[in-house]
Every structure is written in structure tokens, then in C-alpha cells.
């Protein structure tokens, strides 16, 4: 069909004019063309496809820029959808290869995770027991160049394109790190399965806690196996950590509800535009797994099929929610593939609560109708915990550290001889080992008196500005002590975290650690443990879906 619209424009390339089964294919594509231009003429709703098809001829037969169908198409695609929602778009090909084995939790690469900033290629999450795991690849190290190939400008789907191959393969990467510093590794390209449940166990206390971080295929399958091992160890209860979980596949949340609610439980509902088309998802017919307290840890970027299960489990008085209000997706993306291989991910429909909630429509350009017969509860965005809990501020020294993926370095220099109850102390020796100075207010001072050059000023100028410096650094390496004593709590969590990541299957004492260590996995806990507090919040909701069925 390009190829038609290119020859139409310019007129046939063969000098010795076209065949006459060309022509009459010519003339059969005109014919369907004026009956579509008609059909569509008389359809209001497509006013604007036919100034779209001339558009497009526009653009590659008279613009000054040489530009391929390919990537003309996809910038209209997306330009269609850009009124609608960030989460719409177009797929090539290779990007919907890549989505699909995302949702597999398996492919064969180097285990990283990546996107686009500014043009560069920069890592944001590497996956534990995988090729570049064990090179000490970090989150923040910038990829600049995949098999000498540079990556400024390369596009996502190019990029992990050139990373993936078959297993056994090398693949040189050349990185860079928060800091500057550049590094060249060669790593060899395995099969990697992500793990859905990167921590799991039960603490001394008696609490379980399981961490979900993508709903792929199976994973409520995984997760039903972990709470059968669980429930034999008779926990207070279990804390479900859903917190940077963007959802994934909704039939895998509603599973895994079925793992603590009863049969034929309506866990949400899904409507298209208006309110038609109802769909409703509910438990499948085998009973509850677990039916002890249970509590569910949401942040900021739970999205999607998190909250669903976290929403349901909620409402029906199955769960307290815990943490900070979470994203606010509640839209359902559906792909549509075209003949070649790419899609189109469009969002299609919204989910309903059965307390009949949506999640907010904050990243929605365009008002939506709410579900016809549906009692609406609209508010903020996203889904509110019934307690709250403030997150910590970062400050120079946990982002020291973060940038440079080094909580992740001192769980592996510590593997062997983690310090425990002298974890802050060591950490504080090690930084002071490798030379880590945080970024300061001080630190500026100095930097910005040390910049200018001094040509000019007189003898005596020059002490007094070298006199500064030294009372700023001398200030500097107070405040940097001062400011590590008041981010202890948050250092101690981000450390403590990197060291359940790494042993997986966390010791009853660890994770108890761990548990006291994070504010918001201690709020749950506590409730875990204060079954009166915890039995207020279920039994309020459950009074609330009784007046509201009532109301019905």
C-alpha cells in the first residue's frame, strides 16, 4: 500500500509504463478509494480521514525531508493518540516482541531493564542472578554504545534489540556512570526469568511478607504456591508489597484475589466508553487459600492491576491497605496488531471497584463518561491506604549513594559478613574508604570559590579566599556528619532492602530486621500484630459495601 500511494504520487517507475494487470489493479484501487472516501464523507465521526490520507501523500512526495512511510506512519499513529492518554500509543514490531516476552517474565539477554532520558539510553533496573547483576551494572549507569554501536538518539526498541540474541552470544557494552566514570564489559546473553516475588519468608514474628513486582503470566500461580507454604507456618498474618508494582495482566490480579477471598466474589468490573459493554470479573469456584489478617503495602507508582486487587481486597473488607496513594490508573489497554508485526496499545475501557471507585483521571486529556448504572465514587487519583505513611526524604546522601548504585555494591562487599546491628557504622567507614563526599551546600561554596580563575587578584586576596575555602571545607565535613546521623533511618532501610534482594529467602532475624527498617512495612506489621486496630479498618469497610448494597 506505500508503495501504491509512492507510484501514485510520482507515477510508475518502470520506463516502459505500467502492465495492463497494473492498471487494472490501479483502476480497482481507485474505485475502492472513492467508495471509502463517500462512506466516510457520510460518517461524521471520520471528518478528518480523508485530510489525513492527503496528508500523508503530502509528506512523502513533497517534503523537504526524505522521511520513510514507516516512520511517517508511526508518528501519526501516535500523533492520533495523543490527545487520549500516555498510556496509548504505537508499537513497531520489535517493541511488542519485547512487550510480550516482558509479560512471559522470560527472554534471553543481559538482565537489565532501560529507558530513554534526554536521548541517552540509561539503566533503571537490573534483575538479581543475571549477566549484568554480576558484572555490578547499576541503576544510573548510561549505556553509550552496544557492539561499538553509539546510542545517543537510539530509540528503545533498537537499543534492547541489539542487547537480546541467542543465548551463549556476547555483547559489548560500553557504560557510564552517574559520576562519568566510563567502563567497557563484555557479558555473555542468558535466559532470563524475572522473578515476580524478589523477597519472600516469614519473620521471627510471626508476620509473613511476600514482595510482588509484576503481574506476568503465572505469577498468581507462583504466588498461590508461596501462601500454601506460608499458611503450614500459621503467620499472624501476611503483608502483600505492592509498592512500584505497575500491574501487568488483569487476570492475574483477579486470581490472585481468589487466594483470600471466597468463590464468585466480584473483584472489579470493566466498562467501555459510556458505560456499555459490562464486564464482570469475579473469584473462580475453588475456596480462599489464606484467610488470615492481610495487609497490602501501595506507593506512588502502584498502578493498574495493584490497585485492582488492592481496591477489591479493600473494599470487601479482606485487607488493610497500607502506605501512600498510589498512582491512579484505571484503564484497561488492549493491542491491536497490524499485518506487519507492529500494534496499536490503546486504552479501551476503565475498571470499576465493586464499590463501583475508579482510580482518578489525572493522566486522561479527555473527560471520560462514568459506567452507566454504576454508582461512581470518584475522588483524587489513585487508591487512598486506610493509614498513611509519610516517605522519607532523600537527602544528599542517600542520593550519593543511589546514583551510583551502591547499596547494591555494599550488599555484595557484605554477602558473606552482613553487619547487622553495626550496618550504619560500616557504612559510613566504607563510604569514607571509597572517598564518597555528598553533594552540599558547603560542598557548592567550595567548588564555585575554586572555579574562578584567580589571575588578577592581589596577594592579600588570594589568602582570604584560600582562607574561606578552608573554613567551608572544614564546615563541609561537619555538616556531611550531621546530615548522615539524620538520614540514618532512611540509609538503613535502602540497605537492608538491597540485602533481602540478595539472599532472596531472607533468615526469621533478617527480615524481622528488615520489617522495623522500612516505615511503611512497619506500619504493617503493627497492624498485623493489633488485631483490634486491624479488625476497625476491615469492619468499616464492610459496613460501608452493606449500606451501599442496601442502597442498590
Known amino acids: 500500500m506505500w508503495r501504491f500511494w509512492q507510484q501514485l504520487a510520482t507515477g510508475p517507475r518502470d520506463p516502459r509504463g505500467p502492465s495492463p494487470r497494473g492498471f487494472v489493479f490501479f483502476l480497482a484501487i481507485l474505485f475502492l478509494l472513492y467508495a471509502a472516501a463517500n462512506w466516510l464523507r457520510d460518517d461524521p465521526r471520520f471528518s478528518g480521514a480523508l485530510q489525513l490520507t492527503t496528508a500523508f501523500r503530502y509528506v512523502l512526495t513533497h517534503g523537504a525531508i526524505d522521511a520513510t512511510p514507516e516512520m511517517v506512519f508511526e508518528a501519526a499513529v501516535n500523533g492520533l493518540t495523543a490527545p487520549l492518554d500516555p498510556f496509548s500509543g504505537y508499537m513497531p514490531a520489535e517493541e511488542l516482541g519485547y512487550f510480550e516476552e516482558e509479560t512471559e517474565g522470560e527472554y534471553v539477554g543481559i538482565g537489565v531493564e532501560i529507558k530513554v532520558t534526554a536521548g541517552r539510553i540509561i539503566i533503571v533496573r537490573v534483575f538479581p542472578q543475571t549477566p549484568a547483576a554480576e558484572a555490578l551494572i547499576q541503576p544510573g549507569d548510561a549505556i553509550l554504545a552496544i557492539d561499538g554501536t553509539p546510542t545517543l538518539g537510539l530509540t528503545l526498541s533498537r537499543a534492547i534489540e541489539l542487547m537480546r540474541g541467542e543465548e551463549g552470544t556476547s555483547v559489548a557494552v560500553r557504560l557510564s556512570s552517574p559520576d562519568g566514570e566510563e567502563r567497557e564489559l563484555t557479558l555473555e546473553r542468558r535466559a532470563v526469568s524475572v522473578s515476580p516475588f524478589p523477597i519472600h519468608g516469614v519473620s521471627f514474628s510471626g508476620c509473613a511478607y511476600i514482595r510482588w513486582t509484576d503481574f506476568t503470566v503465572g505469577s498468581a500461580d507462583r504466588l498461590a504456591a508461596l501462601v500454601e507454604g506460608i499458611r503450614v507456618e500459621e503467620p499472624i498474618g501476611i503483608i502483600l508489597d505492592l509498592r512500584g508494582n505497575p500491574g501487568g495482566l488483569l487476570d492475574e490480579a483477579v486470581n490472585a484475589a481468589g487466594i483470600f477471598l471466597p468463590p464468585d466474589q466480584l473483584i472489579c468490573k470493566v466498562a467501555d466508553r459510556g458505560g456499555r459493554n459490562v464486564m464482570e470479573y469475579r473469584t473462580a469456584e475453588s475456596p480462599a487459600t489464606f484467610t488470615g489478617p492481610l495487609a497490602i503495602v501501595l506507593d506512588e507508582n502502584s498502578a493498574s492491576a495493584s490497585e485492582v486487587i488492592a481496591a477489591a481486597l479493600q473494599e470487601l473488607g479482606r485487607a488493610v491497605v497500607v502506605g501512600r496513594r498510589s498512582y491512579g490508573k484505571g484503564w484497561v489497554q488492549n493491542v491491536f496488531e497490524f499485518e506487519d508485526g507492529s500494534a496499536l496499545r490503546l486504552s479501551t475501557a476503565r475498571y470499576y471497584t465493586p464499590a463501583g471507585r475508579t482510580f482518578g483521571d489525572p493522566h486522561i486529556r479527555i473527560p ?25 526524604d532523600v537527602g ?77 571545607d572544614s564546615a563541609w565535613v561537619r555538616d556531611r556528619t550531621i546530615l548522615f546521623e539524620r538520614e540514618i533511618e532512611a540509609l538503613t532501610m535502602r540497605l537492608w532492602e538491597q540485602r533481602m534482594i540478595a539472599v532472596e529467602r531472607p533468615d526469621e532475624a533478617e527480615l524481622d530486621e528488615y520489617l522495623s527498617a522500612d516505615p511503611d512495612l512497619a506500619a504493617a506489621r503493627d497492624l498485623l500484630e493489633q488485631p483490634e486496630r486491624y479488625n476497625a479498618y476491615v469492619g468499616r469497610w464492610r459496613r460501608q459495601m452493606a449500606a451501599l448494597s442496601a442502597a442498590r
Open 396 to 472: 544528599p546522601w542517600e542520593d550519593a549513594l543511589a546514583r551510583r548504585g551502591l547499596f547494591a555494591d555494599f550488599a555484595i562487599a557484605y554477602a558473606d559478613d552482613w553487619p547487622g546491628d553495626d550496618l550504619a557504622v560500616e557504612l559510613r567507614y566504607w563510604c569514607d574508604s571509597l572517598g564518597i563526599i555528598p553533594e552540599g551546600l558547603a560542598a557548592h561554596l567550595v567548588a564555585a570559590g575554586k572555579s574562578p580563575s584567580a589571575h588578577g587578584l592581589t596577594a592579600a586576596t588570594r589568602v582570604e579566599r584560600e582562607h574561606l575555602l578552608l573554613s567551608l
Open 368 to 392: 471520560a463518561d462514568s459506567a452507566a448504572g454504576d454508582s461512581a465514587w470518584f475522588g483524587p487519583s489513585g487508591l487512598e491506604p486506610d493509614t498513611m505513611v509519610e516517605e522519607l
